[in-house]
């Protein structure tokens, strides 16, 4: 089982950035697909949930407007589109599947800093 995270960087206050999760080695279509993070000296928060089948999605109060979680089932990826990035949004953002098992991916550090 793998979840390979990709798309993090820096950027400045105000931009975007797309993070990928790539999965393999599970059932990835039957798996409710999540991003996490976690800041610096904080506890790991749920960013953002995506069911099985991609047709619901929930995002934590301030994320809500500004990210946009989907997945591509034939290429069993899932997107966060963050828009409109703040200095509190820097975090290590990590992929989680979730079912019957959670599977976790490596993280990938978003730092948005002018």
């Known amino acids: 089982v793998q979840l390979v995270e990709s798309g993090g960087g820096l950027v400045q206050p105000g931009g975007s950035l797309r993070l990928s999760c790539a999965a393999s080695g599970f059932t990835f279509s039957i798996y409710d697909m999540r991003w996490y993070r976690q800041a610096p000296g904080k506890e790991r928060e749920l960013v953002a949930t995506?069911?099985?089948?991609?047709?619901?999605?929930m995002y934590t109060d301030s994320v809500k407007g500004r990210f946009t979680l989907s997945r591509d089932n034939a290429r069993n990826t899932v997107y966060l589109q963050m828009n409109s990035l703040k200095p509190e949004d820097t975090a290590v953002y990590y992929c989680?599947?979730?079912?019957?098992?959670?599977?976790w991916g490596q993280g990938t550090q978003v730092t948005v800093h002018s």
């Open positions: 995506i069911n099985s089948a991609g047709g619901l999605t």
């Open positions: 989680n599947a979730h079912r019957y098992s959670d599977y």
